[in-house]
């Protein structure tokens, strides 16, 4: 986050608020601890708060990112996640497996384009 405040990264982060509650987030980074260097930028860190889930958070977040990195010409996206079914209702798609740092089993890897 520092990095995105101090201009070093064009890739940053995005937050729903509650009034000045931070209720969902995702990042934006060049890789989120796997093998595949190549596959980059990544979405990361998605997350919302349990009692606001199922109210569409998430996949706003992940539109609102990938307009904004599109609108500066950053395409495709990538991200990581053991689920399946999510990521595929917001037009991201399975592209592979990938091992993750240190991780004793592949993830699977998602691009948006």
């Not at 708060?49 to 569409?56: L, P």
Request: hydrophobic share 35%; glycine share 10%.
């Amino acid at each position: 986050m520092d990095a995105y405040l101090n201009k070093e990264t064009e890739y940053g982060w995005y937050l729903c608020l509650d009034g000045g509650k931070i209720v969902g987030g995702l990042g934006v980074i060049d890789n989120d601890f796997h093998d595949r260097k190549d596959l980059t930028p990544n979405i990361c860190a998605v997350y919302t708060e349990e009692e606001y889930r199922c109210k569409k958070i998430a996949g706003r977040l992940l539109n609102m990112a990938l307009d904004d990195l599109k609108s500066r010409g950053i395409s495709p996206v990538y991200l990581i996640t053991d689920h399946t079914g999510f990521y595929e209702r917001y037009g991201w798609e399975f592209l592979c497996m990938v091992w993750g740092d240190g991780e004793p089993q592949p993830s699977r890897m998602y691009i948006h384009r």
